[in-house]
């Protein structure tokens, strides 16, 4: 039904509708990050952040594995107002505004003569699409960049975060260094001061301690 579901064709015609959807919020907007992109660019429009849009986001972790995008582009959109969690994989990429919209791609494939999407307007099947985004939120790792929200001393600094919060995710310690332009001896290093200051045995209680002494505090991403 044409007033419930459109069918767009071709690449760029996807990228400029989900830019002229994104620059139309009002609320929030809400996005299941797999590759390839949407749009190229940065994560989030900063002229919508600042008329107090939310914006959430769950990226698929082998896309910064890729470096697409990169660590630091995660840090900027944070800094922006962007609340950023990463999941081991997300079921389709996804862009929802303000409960109303939906943009849903038919195919993965970057080939402008194949790619399509659906805008999926107010119906059972947007309700559907919010309550999984919902459910993976729910599931995915928060992903700090700043150790400003700790609650209580002891607390860790900047990179310490940033090296929790990708542990935790599931990169390996190359992979961390890799990200913050660091050595491997480095990250170690300090995985394991973390450890000592919060009296872990291992690296799965360090994520129990570091949640319980407020490291990777939930309300830095907006919880």
């Not at 008329?51 to 972790?61: D, F, K, P, Q, T």
């Not at 840090?75 to 943009?103: C, M, N, T, W, Y």
């Not at 607390?155 to 050595?183: E, H, K, P, R, V």
């Not at 450890?195 to 319980?212: I, P, S, V």
Request: aromatic content about 4%; charged content about 25%; some cysteine.
């Amino acid at each position: 039904a044409a007033e419930v579901v459109d069918v767009i064709h071709g690449t760029e015609t996807i990228r400029e509708r989900v830019g002229q959807i994104q620059l139309a919020a009002r609320k929030e907007v809400m996005n299941l990050v797999k590759a390839p992109f949407f749009s190229s660019g940065n994560m989030t429009d900063d002229a919508v952040i600042d008329r107090g849009v939310r914006y959430r986001v769950i990226v698929e972790r082998s896309m910064l594995d890729g470096g697409s995008p990169s660590f630091d582009e995660v840090i900027q959109a944070r800094a922006a107002g962007e609340v950023v969690r990463i999941a081991e994989s997300v079921p389709l990429k996804l862009f929802i505004v303000d409960h109303e919209l939906a943009v849903v791609p038919l195919l993965g494939s970057v080939n402008a003569a194949k790619a399509g999407a659906l805008i999926v307007h107010e119906c059972s099947l947007l309700d559907a699409l919010i309550a999984l985004f919902e459910s993976e939120w729910e599931k995915a790792m928060p992903f700090v960049t700043s150790a400003g929200g700790a609650r209580s001393a002891p607390a860790i600094d900047d990179l310490g975060a940033q090296i929790l919060s990708m542990l935790l995710t599931g990169f390996t310690d190359q992979a961390i260094a890799t990200q913050l332009n660091t050595s491997m001896r480095t990250v170690q290093r300090r995985i394991r001061q973390m450890m000592d200051t919060a009296k872990a045995q291992n690296r799965m209680q360090l994520g129990f301690r570091a949640a319980r002494l407020g490291w990777l505090d939930a309300e830095q991403d907006g919880s």
